[in-house]
């Protein structure tokens, strides 16, 4: 008896031992970022970790694509990274799955215990697009990494004059002249938005999640739905136009297949490579609608960096995203992979303001609104758009017109399940 | 029709061994525990009783062990969700915040997938732990019988010995059985629950809890309701299945006999090096090949850069077969559908070549020739003599391959995914495609829109609808049992 | 051959364009399969990184992109990858070849109350999709913590391959009894019938499941990205590392040496292939008999 009395005190005094040394365990943290980010993130890191002398870290760094970061989290949340990059449009699914973790709640307390600043200053010394855009309900969800995710127009100054840029009308006459092509993604709902909320109609999200659109209707601006799907169709018809399919379109500039095309900053490289001298930029154009010219709008995007609302050291995670996303980290970035900066001091910076896609992409975001959309808007809209690209709409028969925004916006529009 | 019931009465005895299978069990182990004497019906309750009154200390032990382990398996883990089956877990997640420690605190909550997932298992595994059981009373019985007819008793080594001789089945099956159960039965069964719960995006463990719903995706599936939709989208989508999976086996089956007998002709010179050349493409993995085939294909891709050069694409423009300005080989319905049904015979002519060569070698060769000297051609020799022989050594491997075909995720999957949109704009609604597959749907709904209780719905008719096939191929296919003809 | 000596000359020169013309025909359908072979080692030697969508040959010859590709970086750690799927390849094979043998040896050769309940189990559980059961496979690994680790990669590649024991049975079934019996009478038991007789006779069927089952690993891209899913990229296989440079952001700076990943990955299978050629095809040929 007595023997086993010792052996289990000394299995306890083994345990309790074991709990001290945990709490010198360093503190153990996972990291996710783009491929582009990765020898950026390491720096950083090291960064982070000489900020806080006191503290022994235990930080890793992984691959995760900033498109696809929703899906490998969601998957499964608890085994996920406790800071993420990630695109902005995946915000509203991964708080609808508790995946975020609410920076504006009791955790915001560490930023001026251990950072030096409120969470309001944070907010402060980024944009309001970013901001509105890493928030829901009033709650910050994630700290703005960088902007200009959204698109417009690159175009060949050589072959596109500055003023034919400004108009579709332009723009296709000039390639036609010019034996070449102007290309837009028309079979996704993220660029085709652009045409529909240009015309003053909207795409919202409502608190059950389910998406909300008009497109079938009349918009506030006076327009209706089938005078921006025949606009659509002219623009498709046009022999100057090629439809790219999503996710070509990087591939069709390096090809030299076009004289302007519509894409992002992270096309910039391939747009200067293919246009050379000529290489130019600019907000987007505008558009023949019911006989008047209308702007194109754009869906605003944004590289966030959110916290995994499961993750064990959630404290240190949120000083970690706050540090990456930081006035010098994103400078750094900037730097290193052209992302254009939310904090408004790094964007203030000259190197930034000359960089001709930013300015090109701030210009546009002028036109912008935040995407709010719910996961049943992107596969309606995709096949709108194939259609029109496919010229399946006949501009004259307008009953059909409607008949399929009809179906669009009841697609779009359906519960979430 | 003889056939038809040859294959009928299979199944229905099938069906009635099992069943007398389990009757028989189930006498065996009522007359163990009648007739047995104390030590007997004690194994019920302490399963190395039997066996230590027989002085098998050795074995009593082992099972005691076991059933420790069992009760241990109970009560530390199985007990902590069985309970919670029945709803499925009802507390949800919350957390505070505490700055002492940098960490977030956690209530104990619920995650409905993991109690589904724990309480299957634990299912299984008293399921196992029933018939050890009863298993375990039975011999104590024949035990008992063994000693009072003063027969001889296994020691342990004895017993060990057995399992490599009588008892080699159980050793040989133990383990595989085990890795089929663990990872394809559970999981199996898990979905199959799914089907009959809410598990979708509004309801996401952890932060989530989902519930029992019944019927109702069933309903919304068929009854249209809030997801009319999805039926329109059931239906075609089958129907495509349906007819590739049919295109898909026929055409590399009888594609892969034709290729071989042209290999194996006498009049083929360097036979080596043609067989090489297509066997290649196998060793190519897939997602490599089917990926460059893709951008081979594209819109954009060389192929229609070829057919714009030769005026192809002008020709078939003039005459109305295409509106665009390409030809959409992989973004159109119908063009897209024979397409990939092409380039599923590239794929699978080679091995269906390698297949049919080796079964053809061992044609009897004494019919050829007398067919040769009755001056058959070779058409009539391939209709009356080569098929008749391929189809009854390989039909039923032909009944596989459908199955195989309903659900090859990567032809589809690699040649459609993210570049074919559908312009059907009721297929869009309810995220199919007119080339998906069922499974590749099912993938889609799981991996993009965490739609689970559908898929697992969808799964279920993948399951009755191949099994419907399976049975009427092997009524046609299958003349009676071939087991023992070589034996 | 002694009847066309006897044939005079015409017949011969019919013959000989019979043969020519054979010939052509397998020629032209063995050129039609090879196209995209060619296509795929033909790019893989482009000194253009992105994709090429005009020309049929690059434009300019490099094999820099093969160096590249061996040279680690951020993104491509592929030398680190093959190891990984070597190593998990060969464990698989070495895992599923035993299963597949021991369960086709129990359901061919041995007798059992169970045994026709047990085929017709297998039967339906090969019914039912497993692309559906990925979720519930990844959460049981995860129990056992094997997520994010080849041993889990291993066991989901291996553990349910019993259920593909129909062909190995199929040869077994031919093997002949007398041999068996006779081996009985000699005082061998089951376990040495099974190693010592049956085994060694039937290395063409061992051939067909080892290389069947070491070519999943290589293969398999969808599995293996769910359970590697910390984004280790020194973790990944062949297929997940691959399959990542397609994304958007990389396809342009990675195509090429996709490319390349997918020649250099061809060739040690084919290598496999046709030192091992004859015996797979007496596999897969004596077990489809009875399959």
């Not at chain 1, 034996?179 to 652009?194: E, H, L, P, R």
């Not at chain 1, 130019?280 to 995994?308: D, E, H, I, R």
């Not at chain 2, 019985?141 to 080699?168: C, P, T, W």
Request: glycine share 8%.
């Amino acid at each position: 008896m007595k023997k086993l009395l010792a052996l289990l005190l000394t299995l306890a005094m083994v345990l309790s031992m074991a709990v001290c040394a945990s709490a010198a365990d360093p503190i153990s943290l996972v990291v996710w970022g783009a491929e582009e980010d990765q020898a950026l993130l390491a720096e950083l890191v090291e960064g982070f970790k000489a900020a806080y002398p006191d503290q022994t870290f235990d930080i890793q760094i992984g691959v995760e694509s900033e498109s696809t970061a929703k899906d490998t989290v969601l998957t499964d949340v608890e085994a996920a990274a406790d800071v993420f990059a990630f695109a902005n449009d995946q915000l509203n699914d991964l708080v609808a799955a508790g995946a975020l973790l609410d920076l504006s709640g009791q955790v915001s307390a560490v930023l001026p215990a251990y950072a030096g600043k409120t969470l309001e200053d944070v907010m402060a010394a980024n944009g309001e697009g970013s901001v509105a855009a890493a928030s829901k309900d009033g709650k910050l969800y994630a700290f703005p990494m960088g902007g200009g995710n959204n698109y417009f127009l690159y175009y060949d100054s050589t072959k596109v004059s500055a003023e034919q840029a400004q108009s579709w009308d332009g723009l296709l006459a000039a390639a036609e002249a010019a034996g070449s092509k102007v290309g837009m993604t028309f079979a996704s709902g993220w660029y085709n938005a652009s045409f529909f909320l240009g015309a003053g109609f909207i795409a919202d999200m409502n608190e059950d999640g389910t998406t909300v659109i008009d497109w079938n209707g009349t918009s506030s601006d006076g327009y209706t739905g089938v005078d921006v799907a025949k606009a659509m169709a002219e623009i498709a018809a046009n022999p100057g136009f090629l439809a790219i399919a999503d996710g070509d379109i990087s591939n069709q500039i390096a090809s030299k297949a076009v004289c302007a095309v519509i894409s992002g900053t992270w096309d910039a490289g391939a747009a200067e490579a293919a246009f050379g001298e000529g290489y130019a930029a600019t907000k987007l154009p505008t558009f023949t609608c019911a006989g008047s010219q209308v702007q194109m709008s754009c869906y605003s995007g944004f590289k966030l960096m959110g916290v995994n609302a499961y993750s064990k050291n959630s404290g240190w995670a949120v000083l970690l995203a706050e540090y990456l996303t930081n006035e010098s980290s994103q400078t750094a970035r900037f730097n290193s992979r052209q992302l254009a900066p939310t904090n408004l001091n790094a964007a203030a910076d000259e190197a930034v303001s000359s960089n001709i896609a930013i300015a090109a992409s701030a210009a546009q975001d002028v036109y912008g609104s935040v995407q709010n959309v719910g996961g049943k808007y992107w596969d309606p809209t995709a096949t709108f758009g194939q259609m029109v690209a496919n010229g399946e709409l006949s501009t004259a028969d307008e009953a059909a017109i409607q008949n399929v925004l009809d179906t669009l916006v009841e697609g779009v529009c359906a519960a979430i399940q | 029709m003889e056939e038809k019931s040859n294959g009928f009465a299979r199944i229905g005895s099938a069906f009635s061994g099992f069943l007398a299978g389990i009757v028989q069990f189930f006498s065996e182990f009522g007359t163990a525990l009648a007739g047995g004497d104390a030590f007997v019906k004690l194994s019920l309750i302490w399963w190395g009783a039997g066996h230590f009154r027989r002085k098998q200390y050795v074995k009593a032990l082992l099972m005691t062990l076991l059933e420790v382990g069992i009760i241990l398996f109970t009560f530390n883990f199985a007990m902590s969700y069985v309970p919670k089956f029945g709803t499925l877990g009802t507390v949800q997640a919350e957390q505070v915040f505490n700055i002492q420690t940098m960490q977030s605190e956690w209530n104990d909550y619920d995650n409905s997938f993991m109690i589904l997932l724990f309480s299957l298992f634990s299912f299984v595994v008293w399921a196992a732990s029933v018939v050890v059981c009863m298993r375990n009373v039975v011999n104590a019985y024949r035990l008992q019988m063994e000693a009072q007819q003063g027969h001889h008793i296994n020691s342990f080594v004895e017993d060990v010995r057995e399992y490599l001789d009588k008892k080699f089945h159980i050793t040989l099956l133990t383990l595989p059985t085990l890795g089929i159960v663990i990872f394809t039965l559970i999981p199996m069964l898990l979905l199959i629950l799914v089907a009959f719960t809410n598990y979708d995006q509004q309801h996401m463990p952890p932060t989530n809890l989902f519930t029992w719903v019944g019927f109702s995706n069933f309903v919304s599936l068929f009854g249209g309701g809030i997801t009319s939709t999805f039926g329109y989208a059931f239906v075609r989508v089958l129907g495509w299945t349906i007819v590739w999976s049919f295109f898909a086996t026929l055409t590399t089956y009888f594609g892969g006999i034709l290729m071989s007998l042209l290999l194996n002709s006498k009049l083929t010179r360097c036979t080596r090096l043609w067989r090489t050349m297509l066997v290649v493409t196998i060793a190519v993995p897939q997602f490599v090949s089917l990926l460059l085939m893709r951008n081979f294909f594209a819109n954009t891709g060389i192929m229609n850069t070829i057919c714009a050069n030769i005026g192809l694409t002008d020709f078939l423009r003039k005459i109305g077969l295409i509106s665009t300005s390409y030809i959409p080989f992989l973004s159109a319905p119908i063009w897209a559908h024979v397409m990939i049904i092409l380039i599923n015979i590239w794929v699978g002519i080679p091995y269906q070549m390698l297949i049919a060569t080796g079964v053809l070698m061992n044609l009897p060769t004494d019919q050829l020739e007398s067919a040769r000297m009755d001056g058959a051609n070779p058409f009539q020799v391939f209709k009356s003599i080569t098929m008749p022989y391929m189809l009854q050594v390989t039909g039923p491997a032909l009944v596989t391959d459908f199955v195989k075909n309903f659900n090859n995720f990567n032809v589809i999957y690699l040649l459609t995914q993210d570049v074919y949109v559908t312009t059907n704009q009721f297929m869009a609604n309810s995220q199919a495609k007119e080339v998906d597959l069922l499974v590749t749907w099912l993938f889609t709904l799981t991996q993009d829109y965490y739609n689970y209780k559908m898929a697992s719905v969808i799964g279920i008719m993948v399951f009755v609808v191949c099994a419907i096939f399976t049975l009427i191929g092997f009524n046609f296919m299958i003349r009676g049992d071939k087991e023992g003809t070589y034996q | 051959m002694t009847q066309s000596k006897l044939q005079p000359a015409v017949h011969l020169g019919k013959r000989n364009t019979k043969i020519i013309l054979h010939n052509a025909l397998i020629a032209f359908l063995c050129f039609v399969w090879i196209i995209p072979i060619v296509w795929l080692v033909c790019t893989s030697f482009s000194a253009y990184p992105g994709k090429n969508t005009s020309t049929f040959f690059p434009e300019e010859w490099s094999a820099i992109h093969y160096v590249k590709l061996l040279t680690p970086d951020t993104v491509n750690q592929f030398p680190t990858w093959f190891m990984n799927t070597f190593k998990i390849a060969c464990w698989t094979c070495v895992i599923s070849t035993l299963f597949v043998l021991m369960v086709a040896y129990a359901m061919s050769v041995m007798r059992f109350p169970a045994r026709k309940g047990l085929m017709n189990l297998a039967v339906l559980l090969n019914l039912f999709p497993g692309m559906l059961s990925m979720i519930a496979v990844y959460f049981t690994l995860k129990t056992f913590g094997l997520t994010n680790s080849h041993i889990g990669l291993i066991l989901v590649y291996s553990a349910s391959s019993g259920l593909g024991y129909l062909i190995a049975k199929g040869f077994f079934d031919t093997v002949p009894r007398s041999l068996c019996e006779a081996a009985r009478l000699d005082g061998c038991n089951e376990a040495m019938i099974f190693w010592k007789i049956v085994l060694p006779t039937s290395k063409p069927i061992i051939v067909y499941t080892v290389i069947s089952s070491f070519l999943v690993p290589w293969m398999d891209f969808v599995y293996a990205k769910m359970i590697l899913n910390a984004g280790i990229s020194a973790n990944y296989t062949v297929a997940v590392g691959l399959y990542k440079m397609l994304e958007k952001s990389l396809i342009n700076t990675y195509f090429t040496q996709f490319c390349c990943g997918g020649v250099l990955v061809s060739i040690p299978i084919s290598i496999l292939f046709f030192i091992m050629q004859k015996f797979y095809v007496e596999g897969v040929t004596n077990g489809a008999v009875k399959g």
